[in-house]
């Protein structure tokens, strides 16, 4: 929806904006509950959460454009979506920006790797020519047009080719027309920062749990100039921890009672799901029923 796109432009303007990392649409809504003011759909949770398997380009352009538009359905805040590399030449790029806009989503980023590709964070990551990839951002930019989705070019030089590349591949991609760049396969502290220095404009930085980064707070990341700092995979990998805990402990016990604690209740989950406006729906116009 454009009303997401131009929300979210207005609150880059204000200062950073942190979007967590949902993998599907039930945590999207929980993310909109916390209060913040984006939701990123990560292709590493979407593809675990539909397939069940690792982030290696398993998903099909029509599965994450469809995953996205349920969770542009399921929240009223931005949604920034994983759009991998386009999922083929020019003609399919042109077809995943035109599906990704008419899905609703505020926000997509485009990446430079070579097929098959892989999540940022592992090695063996190859990319393809830093022109041949400006062209394609130019294609998706006329394509995109007068929509207001905003369009991010990534780039996974990082870990393939270093901090030098990556940072010259950044800013040759900001003069392809792109609203955002974001510089992936980030590890340490430093190459936040030096990514920080390098590269003008608005840029996305992604925090990925298990590495130095997560120390730095979203203050500090605002301090250093971005503009949107994603948190992909936070949340599903607590939510992965908490139910293999319960699961252990049924097996265990044979009851899941010493895991209440740590569960919500049904009238809480009812409330994320939003029942009560459905049960409206058969209250008001359901057929009576008789006893």
């Not at 990839?133 to 998706?140: G, W």
């Not at 590269?199 to 990341?221: F, R, Y």
Request: aromatic fraction near 6%.
């Amino acid at each position: 929806m454009a009303d997401q796109a131009s929300a979210l432009r207005r609150a880059i303007r204000q200062g950073l904006v942190m979007a967590p990392g949902a993998a599907d649409p039930l945590t999207a809504r929980m993310v909109q509950r916390a209060g913040f003011g984006a939701v990123y759909m990560t292709g590493f949770g979407a593809t675990a959460a539909r397939l069940g398997m690792p982030d290696i380009g398993l998903m099909s352009q029509t599965e994450m454009t469809d995953h996205a538009r349920n969770m542009v359905r399921a929240t009223t805040i931005p949604v920034i979506a994983d759009a991998d590399t386009g999922y083929g030449g020019l003609a399919n790029l042109a077809r995943t920006v035109e599906e990704y806009a008419a899905s609703g989503v505020a926000a997509i980023h485009l990446e430079d790797q070579q097929m098959p590709k892989r999540c940022g964070q592992r090695a063996g990551i190859r990319v393809i020519d830093a022109e041949e990839n400006a062209r394609r951002l130019q294609a998706a930019v006329k394509t995109r047009g007068t929509h207001e989705m905003m369009l991010i070019a990534r780039t996974d030089a990082l870990p393939a080719l270093g901090i030098d590349e990556a940072v010259a591949r950044a800013r040759r991609y900001q003069d392809a027309g792109v609203d955002l760049v974001f510089v992936d396969g980030i590890k340490k502290i430093a190459e936040v920062e030096a990514v920080a220095r390098a590269v003008p404009g608005p840029k996305v930085v992604s925090i990925v749990d298990g590495n130095e980064t997560v120390a730095l707070k979203a203050s500090d990341l605002q301090d250093m100039g971005f503009s949107v700092a994603f948190y992909a995979l936070s949340a599903l990998f607590t939510a992965v921890r908490a139910v293999s805990q319960t699961l252990e402990t049924l097996k265990a016990d044979g009851t899941p009672v010493r895991r209440a604690d740590a569960m919500c209740s049904y009238g809480e989950f009812a409330d994320l799901v939003d029942l009560e406006r459905f049960d409206g729906l058969d209250h008001d116009f359901g057929w009576p029923v008789t006893s």
